[in-house]
Each structure stands twice: as structure tokens, then as C-alpha cells.
């Protein structure tokens, strides 16, 4: 969360003349409520389903960008199944950077503690095996938004010439 990853996508999706999707705001318009809400009222690992179920059929297979929650990858095998359906990059960002951009969002309940900073930090501890098995990271600490949409560009470019070979 607050790496870039809904901005860059749309971006990335407009430079590409593709479709640009975001996991969290899908689910949020399936489910008919906000995310803060979903987790209070059903808890993390209904939402986490949600994630799964939108990864299993909720975008079409080509011509999109998808931006994706941090949490989602965390299932047990989800990174490779992500990595079965496209190309996969992660986005990263320091806890100073991340809190920066999502502080005053209430919309981050993993955020809705005592000491974010700490939790944030913690996360990133937790998730970072898991966001480095994507073969593909790039960090958006001080860097202009249209600087990483070039570098992710340039990793399209490059890869799904051999994603494709690859599924032949």
C-alpha cells in the first residue's frame, strides 16, 4: 500500500493502450462497500477471498494492467499463479514514504493502529520474501511517477516477448 500501484497502473495502462483494473477498487464496487467496512464487518480473511475470487475470474486474461493489493500475494501459491497469468512487478516504497503517502487515508485499515509507522514496517518485514519471489521490483522512493512508468514499460517490453513464447 502506498507504493504507487494504482497510479502507476493507470499510467502504465494509458501507455500501453491497455485496460487498467485495480483488485481493491473491483471489489469494492462488487462488494458495495468500502474496504474499511468489509474488513469490520466480515474480517481480513473474507476480504483476502475476495482478492483470490478476483484473481481467479474477475478481469479478463489479456490486453490489461493489473493493480493488485499487497496482501494478495501472501496466499499460500498465489505469486505463482500470478506469475502463470502475466507478468508480475512489485512496487516498492520505505515505511517513511508509504506512511507519507497514506497518512489521513482512512481508507487503509491495516493502517488504523496505534503506531502505523511500526505496522507498516512490520508488514514490509512479513511480505518482502514473498513480493521479491516476482522477479521484478522497482522502487518509487523519490522517483517521478513518469520515470517508473518508463522502467515498467521497458520490463513489458522486454518480457512478454518471453512470457509468451513461454505459454506457446
Known amino acids: 500500500m502506498g507504493t ?8 502504465l495502462a494509458r501507455r500501453l493502450h491497455m485496460h487498467h483494473l485495480d ?28 482478492e483470490h ?18 496482501g494478495l500475494v501472501m496466499a499460500p501459491g498465489m505469486i505463482d499463479e500470478l506469475k502463470r497469468r502475466g507478468l508480475v512487478a512489485c512496487l516498492f516504497a520505505s ?4 506512511l507519507h503517502r497514506t497518512s489521513g487515508n482512512s481508507n487503509r485499515p491495516l493502517l488504523n493502529v ?10 514490509l518485514s512479513e511480505r518482502e520474501p514473498i513480493y521479491l519471489q516476482a522477479g521484478a521490483c522497482f ?3 523519490a522517483q517521478p511517477m513518469n520515470e517508473i512508468v518508463r522502467h515498467l ?16
Open 4 to 11: 504507487g500501484k494504482s497510479t502507476v497502473g493507470r499510467a
Open 23 to 50: 483488485s481493491d477498487h473491483t471489489i469494492v464496487e462488487t462488494e458495495g462497500r468500502p474496504i474499511p467496512q468489509i474488513f469490520a464487518t466480515e474480517g481480513e480473511p473474507y476480504f483476502r477471498q475476495l
Open 53 to 70: 475470487d478476483f484473481v481467479h475470474g474477475g478481469h479478463p486474461e489479456q490486453g490489461c494492467i493489473v493493480s493488485c493489493g499487497g
Open 95 to 98: 515505511p517513511d514514504t508509504i
Open 114 to 123: 496505534e503506531n502505523p509507522r511500526q505496522r507498516i514496517a512490520d508488514l
Open 139 to 141: 522502487y518509487t522512493d
Open 153 to 168: 514499460e521497458r520490463f513489458y517490453q522486454r518480457e512478454s516477448r518471453r512470457f509468451s513464447r513461454s505459454i506457446d
